[in-house]
């Protein structure tokens, strides 16, 4: 099962997804969100198909047990879900890292805003940095 569900998100975490969001409707780009808290069974499916590379994820409820500190996001064209076209979601990328403090993209793990240096490129996946 898939949650899309902002509000299972922690309240600092939502905060900057509200930020994304409004990035996203300012400039009309053709995102939707994906996904927020994931149960232990869904991660477990993910890391098995190697589209995470943890179990440790922070889709994953937080220890204070206030929400998850991630969320995904995937184009959404014609109805359809998308993670192929890899120019908007660079453009998406540049714009949230520019603009909002304290997100993390899951193309840019090391935080250098240089995403071709990443072994594991997640374009779609952003969280709270901690």
Known sequence: MIIRDAEQLNPETRSLWTKQEGLIKIYNLPFRTFE??????????????????????????NKEGTGADAWDVAVWIMGDWSWKDIFWFQVLGILTVSLIAGVRWGADWNGKNFWFDES????GHWERIM
């Open 36 to 61: 927020t808290l994931r149960t232990k069974e869904r991660q477990k499916i993910l890391f098995d198909q190697g589209m995470s590379k943890t179990m440790a994820s922070n889709h994953l409820m």
């Open 120 to 123: 594991f490129r997640d374009y």
